[in-house]
């Protein structure tokens, strides 16, 4: 495997590890060369706890600020994000001078509608803000632009002062999860609640990751996730995560039992309505997807959530078996995204209008044509977020070509997502260069070359389906094995799981 760009994105990565693993009580702390925790005696006076937040010195001297970010952190873990985003806003408000507060904003609204002027503000406050609060506000903030060093490198310093921050370790791990760095991300965490077996966001994260990762135990998955709904039974969130497992792990009824229970919960928590929809469609039983898809439709407030379920009863179509009707109801979904000005739910449905297109020549000109838009910033997408989005598309163009044995232009777009990783750093799209790389060593039949690129991306269904294929032909019958358990566990009403649960075109068949 091709593992340049992967080192050289991760240089400063083991610092964290380092650093996280050292059992001792809170302190400020640098780190050593060797990698080590050794105590700051250049740190000065210890700051009036009142002023801080985590565990340190804040810019703001209002008392309701500091309380509203320290809000706002708990719900964004606890994955209450317009909540967060509210208390993040109303902290702006009795402070506008205090940067963390802005940083947490925008940080947060990038999981549901990116706030680039909260953003601005937050990068421009920095400036005056006190040593540690400027670390976590370069983090919250470099997550969400086009280059991932400066995140690792602003985390790693943070972490190599407050080694034993819960917030910290667990917003860490959060990231490299994103990253789909799941062994890694599950190592934080589980340290995290050796320390603190109370701290409920973590074993929601553990759920996900340990059914997620290279080697998926939805046992385990689900032990951490009922774990955590013990520690937070008037929330709606742990039966949710319940809920979207145990579909990944095939335990359908149980999975509709667990999204009811969070609707009982919170009779308008969206997620758990749309969750029963997919449930559902999973099962074939399309006539309850489509009446719980229409209450999910009910509650959505805003554009985001009313195109994906949108999006989602397009797909029902196709698992009918009524391609031609799913693929105009995709592009009427397509043309009511542009409408909006809503990239993510514009971009979901232009990426499935090219994966499930009749034909190679009408797949790799919708290709070109996504390639074409997100090549440029987009209003309302984040960097962060937009070098994924090319990361796929190339990833599919080079699949496509290689398909059809078009080796020649399969390595253009191979070479534009090396040009892509090597600029960013971000672990995605090093991923999926690594994956294009597969597709190619896949159609030269050099089998052993395409499983080890190929294994660089666990979360693509397709991806992992020619890996268990290419496994084979190499005869490694235990990874295949392996890889058929992973491709499993990838279950969900999407267009590339449709793709690959349906296509049999594999090219060197």
Known sequence: MNRLLFKAGLLVLPGIFAVAAMACPQQSASVAENGAVRSSEASGPAADPAAQVFAF???????????????????????????????ARRASEKDPQFALAYAVWSFAARRTQPDPEALRKAESLAANAPPDEKRLVQFLTAVQKDDMLPAIVAMNELLARFPNDGHALYLTAEWLYFQQDYDRSVQMWERLIERDPNFAPAYNMLGYARVEGN???????????RKYAELQPHHANPQDSLGEVSRYAGADQDSLAHYRAALRITPDFITSQVGL?????????????RAEYSKASAMATNDRDRLHIEFQKALVLFWEGHASQGLRALNEVEQKARTAKEPYSLFEAQEALALLAGTSRERLEKLRQIESFFSKPVEGLSDGDRNPTLAAIWRDETREYAQQNKLEAAQQAVQK????????????????YESARGYVFFAQRKFQDAADELSADPHSPVAV????????????AKGAEAANLRFKYLRAPTAEWYLATHSTSVAAD
């Open 57 to 87: 010195a804040v810019s703001t001297k209002s008392a309701d600020a500091r309380k509203l970010v320290e809000s706002a952190l708990d719900e964004y873990e606890n994955v209450l994000l317009d909540r967060s985003v509210e208390s």
């Open 215 to 225: 080697n998926p135990d939805p046992a385990m998955a689900l032990s951490y996730l």
């Open 277 to 289: 929809g997919d449930t559902y469609t999973l099962m074939g039983d399309f006539t309850h997807a």
């Open 417 to 432: 997502l090396e040009q892509l990783a090597a600029k960013s750093r971000d672990l995605i799209v090093e991923d999926r």
């Open 465 to 476: 389906k020619w890996l268990a294929i290419a496994r084979e032909k190499t005869g490694d």
